[in-house]
Nanobody, 120 residues
Framework: QLQASGGGMVQAGGSLRLSCAASGRNFRDYYMAWFSQVPGKEREFVAGISWTGGRLYYGDSVQGRFAISRDNAKNTVYLQMNSLKPEDTAVYFC???????????????WGQGTLVTVSS
């Protein structure tokens, strides 16, 4: 089970840190990722991290502003969101997959989502 938290409302230019806590199983060997979704659109890949944390992947729109990290001892993945823009407003989901992928179909475990709202 994945539990996402840390969403909220922030002004443009501000920062938020999302957390995704895993329970019920050890996600140490899973590739972890964050996706965003706005109403009426598909979930979009935001960032991903390999199980060692040594490989990081980002969507084009967040490159240089967001940073993904993980603490396997705590079974938790983080998404540090800086220089937020109104277009970052979305529900953010964490997910786990047995292999590296930017496709939602590869992910077998999903968190419930946390809402991020960025005002202008």
């Amino acid at each position: 089970q994945l539990q996402a938290s840390g969403g909220g409302m922030v002004q443009a230019g501000g920062s938020l840190r999302l957390s995704c806590a895993a329970s019920g199983r050890n996600f140490r060997d899973y590739y972890m990722a964050w996706f965003s979704q706005v109403p009426g659109k598909e979930r979009e890949f935001v960032a991903g991290i390999s199980w060692t944390g040594g490989r990081l992947y980002y969507g084009d729109s967040v490159q240089g502003r967001f940073a993904i990290s993980r603490d396997n001892a705590k079974n938790t993945v983080y998404l540090q969101m800086n220089s937020l823009k109104p277009e970052d407003t979305a529900v953010y989901f964490c997910a786990a997959a047995p292999r590296i992928s930017r496709a939602t179909s590869a992910y077998v475990y999903w968190g419930q989502g946390t809402l991020v709202t960025v005002s202008s």
